[in-house]
Nanobody, 116 residues
Framework: QVQLVESGGGLVQAGGSLRLSCVASGSISGINTMYWYRQALGKPREWVAASSTDGRTNYADSVRGRFTISRDSAKSTTYLQMNSLKTADTAVYYC??????????WGQGTQVTVSS
């Protein structure tokens, strides 16, 4: 069984930074892709960033240049460094693991609130 636990959310002023972490436990060896999503109140969940085991990363246009996804395989942890935060970035942030295109797992989410 795979479990994902996010942390690092909080309250920050616009222009500030936060780093989210997603720790994975369980059987996660092999080809996989880690994603970050977010869901603002009253809005659908949206994809933010992705990192695959081949080293490729990709970002939504709304965060490209401000957010950076990275992985520490030794710690089974994926990070989302968020800089130049805007009030529009306020949301619950979730990590998702896709294992070899077969199985998907979600974390419980961490709240990020950006004040003006």
């Amino acid at each position: 069984q795979v479990q994902l636990v996010e942390s690092g959310g909080g309250l920050v002023q616009a222009g500030g930074s936060l780093r989210l972490s997603c720790v994975a436990s369980g059987s996660i060896s092999g080809i996989n892709t880690m994603y970050w999503y977010r869901q603002a109140l009253g809005k659908p969940r949206e994809w933010v960033a992705a990192s695959s085991t081949d080293g490729r990363t990709n970002y939504a246009d709304s965060v490209r240049g401000r957010f950076t996804i990275s992985r520490d395989s030794a710690k089974s942890t994926t990070y989302l460094q968020m800089n130049s935060l805007k009030t529009a970035d306020t949301a619950v942030y979730y990590c998702k693991l896709n294992l070899a295109g077969v199985s998907e797992y979600w974390g419980q989410g961490t709240q990020v609130t950006v004040s003006s």
